[in-house]
């Protein structure tokens, strides 16, 4: 039976989800390596033209958190996922363990020198009164999802992200949006190799998601991990 959730209600059980177990860390890792650490001279912003970016990116803020708290509070509901991650980790070469809590399956994973989480969820929108176009909801509703996903990869900023790639589409009545971005941090002791993807769909009023995380000391993981949000993207009916 699908249940209505409620803005706070929801919103405290996704952060609930993702802070169950905890922040991401690697198992460390020992190695040797020399940094070399230039410093260079960097110019003082115009002041005008710094206080007009804040505040762009403090209406953009409100933006985006006006429509967070207006679809957490429309008339939505959960459909079932179970049979995407079944059929997702299927060969999977971590060890797993699932949580069903208030319709997000979220998926602890473990590594020989790492761990992460992946969330599953399908959202039903056929009866929300959201006044907002399709490409908006996927973009909105991606970015605060891949936010809320990489913040727990303990200690990693966005100084440490190596590579990084947004996309949306969308086709008639359906599109898709894909955020990822890879990690590389070392602090000359060990390194820490670490990767953050969420994968949306919005179709026949559905929205599907598949955010997941992982922090590892071994490069190997990390991509073991990729391969694996891949494999559940494919079983994501778009």
């Not at 299927?90 to 761990?115: A, H, R, V, Y």
């Not at 969420?198 to 179709?203: D, E, G, H, N, P």
Request: proline share 1%; hydrophobic share 35%.
């Amino acid at each position: 039976m699908k249940t209505k959730i409620y803005w706070a209600v929801l919103s405290s059980a996704i952060v609930l989800a993702m802070t169950a177990c905890g922040k991401i860390s690697p198992q460390l890792q020992t190695t040797t390596e020399t940094t070399t650490t230039t410093a260079t001279a960097e110019s003082i912003p115009d002041s005008a033209a710094s206080s007009e970016a804040e505040n762009t990116v403090d209406e953009e803020q409100v933006k985006s958190d006006t429509f967070i708290a207006e679809f957490f509070d429309s008339d939505i509901s959960f459909a079932d996922v179970s049979g995407i991650v079944t059929e997702s980790l299927k060969g999977c070469s971590f060890e797993t363990e699932i949580d069903n809590t208030n319709g997000i399956q979220k998926i602890s994973l473990k590594g020989s020198n790492g761990g992460g989480m992946i969330d599953v969820l399908c959202i039903d929108l056929s009866q929300s009164d959201l006044d907002y176009v399709m490409e908006y909801i996927l973009e909105s509703f991606g970015d605060y999802y891949f936010g809320q996903t990489s913040a727990q990869m303990s200690g990693i900023t966005e100084d440490d992200f190596v590579s990084s790639y947004r996309m949306t589409s969308s086709v008639v009545s359906k599109g898709k949006y894909q955020r990822y971005g890879s990690v590389q941090k070392s602090d000359g002791m060990a390194t820490q190799f670490g990767y953050t993807e969420t994968y949306a769909v919005l179709s026949e009023n559905k929205l599907t998601v598949v955010s997941g995380a992982y922090l590892s000391s071994d490069m190997m993981e990390r991509q073991s991990f990729s391969q694996l949000m891949a494999k559940f993207a494919e079983n994501v009916k778009y």
